[in-house]
């Protein structure tokens, strides 16, 4: 939620803003949301708290296969792809318990391996991208094997459900400064349209887009 702090003396000084984005850990459209996100935050005055929260579900791995242009007919590939985006958010979970920036450096780095350099996701690739983010790899392997790292999951799923995501990149701000609404973003999630939605003037979403969840464009009300 979007709120205001203010100093000892009462002088306000900073807005301070929540923003969650569901991404498919090994995802190119999700690889470029993060960027754009990163540099949003990057620019703004604001204070900016963010959250990539992997979201892997059925229906998120179907669009996934459908953007991909693979047979869903063939079930072996069906089940190594599904299986590969799930050990990528159980890695992306362990790498983040040796601190949320590592984290985010080894998301990237791993999207960027896959969707730009092209290499297979492998126990190596894991292993070479922990390395260049100088995480423990010893700890690392272990945490991934860990049950609280398929509890962070399980977490992540929750979240997910509960802000109503039913795709990847998704993007939900909370920016009202008079409830608890949030607002979910499915399409162009991308340094422009967080700029719009962040801005102090553009705080104040017109009557309409208040009533219930209601599509508008890419945008829905929570």
């Known amino acids: 939620?979007?709120?205001?702090?203010?100093?000892?003396?009462?002088?306000?000084f900073k807005q301070v803003t929540e923003i969650y984005l569901f991404?498919?850990?090994?995802?190119?459209a999700c690889y470029q949301a993060e960027k754009g996100?990163?540099?949003?935050i990057e620019?703004?005055?604001n204070k900016i708290h963010f959250h990539f929260i992997p979201v892997h579900n059925f229906k998120t791995f179907s669009d996934y296969m459908k953007a991909k242009k693979l047979p869903k007919?063939?079930?072996e590939l069906r089940n190594k792809h599904f299986y590969q985006i799930y050990e990528a958010c159980l890695a992306y979970a362990a790498a983040s318990m040796q601190g949320k920036k590592k984290?985010?450096?080894?998301?990237?780095?791993?999207?960027?391996?896959?969707?730009v350099d092209k290499q297979p996701f492998s126990k190596k690739l894991l292993h070479d991208t922990a390395t260049k983010c100088n995480l423990d790899l010893e700890?690392?392997?272990?945490d991934k094997q860990s049950e609280f790292a398929k509890a962070a999951f399980e977490a992540d799923q929750k979240v997910a459900r509960e802000m109503h995501v039913l795709s990847n990149p998704s993007c939900v701000i909370f920016n009202d400064q008079s409830s608890n609404h949030g607002i979910l973003i499915e399409e162009d999630i991308s340094f422009d349209t967080l700029?719009?939605?962040?801005n102090e003037t553009n705080n104040n979403l017109p009557a309409t887009f208040l009533n219930g969840i209601e599509k508008k464009n890419s945008f829905y009300v929570l």
């Open 1 to 12: 939620m979007l709120t205001r702090m203010y100093s000892s003396k009462g002088n306000q």
């Open 23 to 28: 991404i498919n850990p090994i995802g190119s």
């Open 37 to 40: 996100l990163l540099d949003f």
């Open 43 to 45: 620019s703004s005055e």
């Open 73 to 75: 007919s063939d079930l």
């Open 103 to 115: 984290g985010r450096l080894f998301l990237m780095g791993l999207q960027e391996a896959i969707t």
């Open 139 to 142: 700890m690392f392997f272990e």
């Open 195 to 198: 700029k719009l939605l962040c």
